[in-house]
Each structure stands twice: as structure tokens, then as C-alpha cells.
């Protein structure tokens, strides 16, 4: 079993930038992707970004490249991702995502993932 925990959502401005962070425990030997989803208020879960263990490479939904960007540490256990120009349909609850994938990249659909956490609330106003 895998647990993960996210950090560092809160209230910014239009136009600010903020920083996730989501650290995993447990068996994380069993994956291979991580992600980032988030839900707003009337919307459908959507997955913005993905990065794979073992080459890095990363997915990102269409609508926030260029703004969205994940990083993980060198442990494989610590995935960031940095939002700059936020704007408010940026609003959402932010869910850290991991699971095993085959194909050495990593989709960005939540029946991918297997292990999530409870989320982090990013408000933009």
C-alpha cells in the first residue's frame, strides 16, 4: 500500500504562483507514475500532470502547459508541481495520484492510478 500526503495549497491572487508538494510512503517500489489531479466545484476530476519514474518524462493536459510544471526528487517520493500565472479556474481541490503503468509513459486518466491522496484545496481570487 502506498500513502500520500499533499501540501502547500491555499488562497493566492490571479496572476501569483504557489507550489504543491505530495510525499508518498509505503510500497512505492510497486509504481512507476505519479500525478496531479484536480477537481473544481462543478467540474469532473481531471488529471493536469504525470511524470514517469524512470525516463522523467512528464504529460500535462493541454490547457496548462506552460504553466503547470512537476518535479520529483531523486528518491522518487517527493512530487512537486509549481502553478504559475494562476487564474481563477484554477480553483480546485488538488489530488497527488500514483500507480503502476506499462509502456514507459505515464496517462493522465484516474483509473490509471491505484493510490491517492485526500487532496489540497487551491483557491484563486
Known amino acids: 500500500h502506498v500513502q500520500l500526503v499533499e501540501s502547500g495549497g491555499g488562497s493566492v491572487q490571479t496572476g501569483g504562483s504557489l507550489t504543491l508538494a505530495c510525499t508518498a510512503s509505503?510500497?512505492?517500489?510497486?509504481?512507476?507514475?505519479m500525478a496531479w489531479f484536480r477537481q473544481g466545484a462543478r467540474n469532473a476530476r481531471e488529471g493536469v500532470a504525470a511524470?514517469?519514474?524512470?525516463?522523467?518524462?512528464?504529460r500535462y493536459l493541454d490547457s496548462v502547459k506552460g504553466r503547470f510544471a512537476i518535479s520529483q526528487d531523486s528518491t522518487k517520493t517527493r512530487l512537486t508541481m509549481r502553478i504559475d500565472s494562476l487564474k481563477a479556474e484554477d480553483t480546485a481541490i488538488y489530488y497527488c495520484?500514483?500507480?503502476?503503468?506499462?509502456?514507459?509513459?505515464?496517462?493522465?486518466?484516474?483509473?490509471?492510478?491505484?493510490?491517492w491522496g485526500q487532496g489540497t484545496q487551491v483557491t484563486v481570487s
Open positions: 495520484a500514483a500507480g503502476f503503468q506499462l509502456g514507459g509513459r505515464c496517462r493522465l486518466g484516474e483509473t490509471f492510478y491505484k493510490y
Open positions: 509505503g510500497n512505492t517500489a510497486g509504481t512507476n507514475c
Open positions: 511524470r514517469y519514474a524512470g525516463s522523467g518524462g512528464t
